[in-house]
């Protein structure tokens, strides 16, 4: 596969590349966003863009932790308009699972949050738990995030898929890590299924991990029939923006859709030069606007616009 590699997304993309586009898809974190208040350069531009001329585009994020309204008003207070219709969260495609292994109106365990107020489980029919002595009543272990006593809650999934294998253990968002906007990282929820799959496996249980967010064509699939209600164009007319190779741009191609990468998140050089297969983006910014390109230098063959072989 080859790369294009441009300096600024909305240079290319205000300069008529959106005609080549039927939607466009957004990851949010270490996109739009780095931490959760402060919008990158050119995003809050993009956004009002897209707004004003009626472009349909959605905000996909692996961010199951937060609710749609609250992601949205994280959005918001950084500038951006939009509301939380607009925000398409992985654990909305519990919606789906839901109905597929028969969960609904049944007792599923939540490990930490799971969106705010109404829990996404409950959104999807299911009837959240919280309580680790309740555990046992419980139909499927679905991982959260935020703040919780990571120990006991682990301790306590762990015991119980040991006496129920067959429940499943399901991560909506299957990320290992993100960028916490502050040079770090926070721990995924993917990293904590992984870790529980892990361990049972050592003690010679096998047990079915799922996970729902990007790169699982799932999140795709919902995100279009949202966007797309009626009839989804060519897929290839369809162009996800994001940071991570693992999840935003291998999605992306599992999918069919157009991938491009933008670097003002988790990905960098390194990273980018070792990509393969399905990890390797269509499209390459150094970053959405013209203002956040300056501090990275595109060697003379990989210049703007430039095809060069991967």
């Keep these: 596969m080859s790369m294009l590699r441009f300096n600024s997304f909305n240079d290319w993309w205000f300069g008529g590349a959106c005609r080549m586009y039927d939607g466009l898809l957004l990851d949010i974190d270490g996109t739009l966003l780095s ?7 050119g995003a809050v531009e993009l956004i ?7 472009f349909p585009f959605g905000i996909l994020t692996n961010d199951g932790n937060h609710s749609r309204e609250d992601k949205s008003s994280f959005l918001n207070a950084a500038g951006f308009d939009l509301q939380p219709e607009d925000i398409i969260s992985c654990a909305l495609v519990l919606k789906t699972l839901a109905v597929d292994l028969s969960l609904k109106g049944e007792k599923v365990f939540i490990m930490g949050e799971l969106g705010e107020p109404v829990s996404y489980a409950e959104l999807a029919g299911m009837l959240p738990v919280f309580e680790l002595d309740e ?12 703040k919780y006593d990571w120990c006991s809650v682990i301790e306590t999934v762990v015991n119980f898929l040991m006496r129920h294998p067959e429940v499943p253990l399901i991560a909506p968002n299957p990320d290992t890590h993100w960028p916490n906007g502050h040079g770090g990282i926070g721990i995924g929820a993917g990293a904590t299924s992984r870790f529980i799959a892990e361990l049972l496996n050592d003690l010679g249980f ?17 995100a279009l029939g949202k966007i797309f209600p009626v009839s989804c164009p060519d897929r290839r007319r369809i162009l996800m923006v994001g940071d991570f190779l693992k999840s935003d741009i291998r999605g992306a191609n599992r999918a069919g859709l157009t991938s491009a990468l933008v ?3 988790v990905t960098n050089e390194n990273l980018l030069a070792d990509a393969e297969d399905d990890d390797v983006p269509q499209l390459v910014f150094n970053a959405l606007s013209p203002a956040d390109c300056e501090a990275s230098v595109i060697p003379d063959p990989k210049i703007s ?3 060069f072989p991967r």
């Excluded at 009002?48 to 009626?54: D, K, Q």
């Excluded at 555990?135 to 935020?146: P, W």
């Excluded at 096998?206 to 919902?222: N, S, V």
């Design 35 to 41: 931490g959760k208040r402060q919008a990158l350069p």
């Design 48 to 54: 009002a863009f897209l707004r004003e001329t009626g």
């Design 135 to 146: 555990i046992d009543a419980c139909k499927a272990v679905i991982v959260g995030e935020g």
């Design 206 to 222: 096998r047990i079915r991990r799922m996970t729902l967010g990007k790169p699982e064509r799932a999140i795709f699939d919902y």
């Design 263 to 265: 670097m003002t998140g």
């Design 305 to 307: 616009g430039q095809t």
